[in-house]
């Protein structure tokens, strides 16, 4: 396992060991002592999700104002333009983003800590996102940040307009929205 940093020294980029020959390919997807070891990331992953989505689909920037969940995030179909934006009110890198490429081809998988909004475009035909999570969903505390909030121009790779939920579309701007203290 490779893991990379990126411009916001809590978010990581993580590259799998990959076994590959005529049969196909093999890697482990998660270990948690390689994990904690390599990575640092110690807290107990407790829900998977999974989600498919058509190419110019935008889903974020979401995040749980409580019951933060820090997420491990990878393509197993297609591949996503990912986003993680720090939202931590005192932390020095607050209000920044940074952006990844997830796809099935480069087998890459990000770590989005508590503390962040996270966000995805779809920019193949289909994409399918696996996702484990440090926290259980709870639709009370979820919250949307806008995904064009022009105080993060946030350089999306879009292809005409997005498609996005009615959730999505009603998110809140950086300077207004519930943050982490």
């Known amino acids: 396992m490779n893991v990379l940093p990126t411009e916001i020294p809590d978010v990581l980029i993580i590259e799998p060991r990959v076994f590959q020959d005529d049969r196909g390919f093999f890697l482990e997807s998660y270990n948690g002592k390689a994990f904690a070891d390599k990575a640092g990331i110690t807290k107990p992953f407790v829900q998977d999700n999974h ?26 179909v297609g591949t996503i333009f990912d986003v993680a934006v720090d939202i931590r009110k005192h932390s020095p890198t607050f209000g920044q983003w940074i952006s990844c490429t997830l796809s099935a081809e480069n087998k890459r998988m990000i770590w989005v800590p508590p503390g962040f ?9 289909v994409a399918e996102v696996l996702y484990k999570t440090t926290d259980y969903y709870a639709p009370q505390h979820e919250r949307s940040i806008l995904w064009n909030d022009p105080d993060l121009d946030i350089n999306w790779p879009l292809d005409g307009e997005p498609i996005l939920s009615a959730k999505d579309q009603a998110g809140t701007p950086l300077k207004l929205a519930p943050v982490y203290l």
């Open 51 to 76: 989600s498919r989505s058509s190419q110019n689909v935008l889903r974020g920037l979401h995040y749980q104002i409580e019951q933060a969940q820090g997420k491990l995030v990878r393509a197993t």
């Open 117 to 125: 909004a996270h966000g995805f475009m779809v920019v193949s035909e």
